[in-house]
């Protein structure tokens, strides 16, 4: 059964410095897509970054990059030049096979607290 | 815009009531999904659907109902043999190949009273 497992419950960090939020995952699907989303206080859920398993870089979207080793099945996000606005709950999210239409299972979560 | 609608934002129940949360999207993605957070909990699938007139159980599917008559909507009932209902409900819709994140909708905070 695939897995999602997020081990810092909340995290720490200074304005203008960069964090890393830790993701592992368990597939036995050669196939799958490995996602962050962010969920400020709000409650609706953004989607940040995506990472497939065939990719052969690290996916990056602008301060956001995914820093993905297969072997080890860890999928981390790294915030660079973190900013107040960056406080919220970071799920890590994964989706068995190609395209959509698969459903996706979350993690439970980290939340990040940037602090001025 | 394009988006996902959820609706109502906050929606109250009674004991033995079933209700109905409304999701509507104008992104013409084929696949809908409901998922439900509970408090510092991520987000457990509810059901989905990957084309009109069919959809599949998720994890945690007892005591909800759905349907999916059109592509642009996929109502959750909520109905009165779930037991512990209330959560943040959200609906998801994504669509097509390669790396699509899902669309969320800003959710609805359901509570029995």
């Known amino acids: 059964a695939q897995k999602i497992t997020q081990t810092q419950p909340g995290m720490f960090v200074q304005e203008k410095e960069a964090v890393t939020l830790d993701c592992t995952y368990d597939?036995?699907?050669?196939?799958?897509?490995l996602f962050w989303y962010k969920q400020p206080s709000s409650g609706e859920m953004i989607f940040l970054i995506y990472?497939?398993?065939?990719?052969?870089q690290n996916a990056t979207e602008g301060r956001y990059s995914l820093n993905f080793q297969k072997a080890r099945k860890s999928a981390n996000l790294v915030i660079s030049a973190s900013q107040l606005g960056d406080s919220a709950m970071y799920f890590c999210a994964m989706r068995e096979g190609r395209g959509g239409g698969f459903k996706t299972i979350f993690g439970a979560g980290t939340r990040l607290f940037v602090k001025a | 815009d394009g988006g996902i609608t959820q609706s109502p934002k906050y929606l109250f129940r009674k004991e033995g009531q079933n209700v109905t949360l409304s999701c509507e999207q104008n992104?013409?993605?084929?696949?809908m999904y409901w998922y439900r957070q509970d408090p510092g909990q991520g987000l457990r699938l509810i059901y989905y659907?990957?084309?009109?007139?069919?959809?599949q159980k998720g994890d945690i599917a007892e005591g909800y109902s759905v349907s999916r008559e059109k592509k642009e909507s996929f109502p959750l009932t909520v109905t009165s043999a779930q037991k512990n209902p209330t959560a943040f409900y959200l609906c998801?819709?994504?669509?097509?190949?390669?790396?699509?994140?899902?669309?969320f909708g800003s959710g609805t905070r359901l509570t029995v009273v």
């Open positions: 990472q497939g398993s065939y990719d052969q």
């Open positions: 659907s990957q084309i009109v007139n069919d959809f």
């Open positions: 597939t036995s699907d050669p196939s799958y897509g």
């Open positions: 998801a819709s994504g669509g097509g190949q390669g790396n699509y994140g899902y669309t």
């Open positions: 992104l013409n993605h084929d696949a």
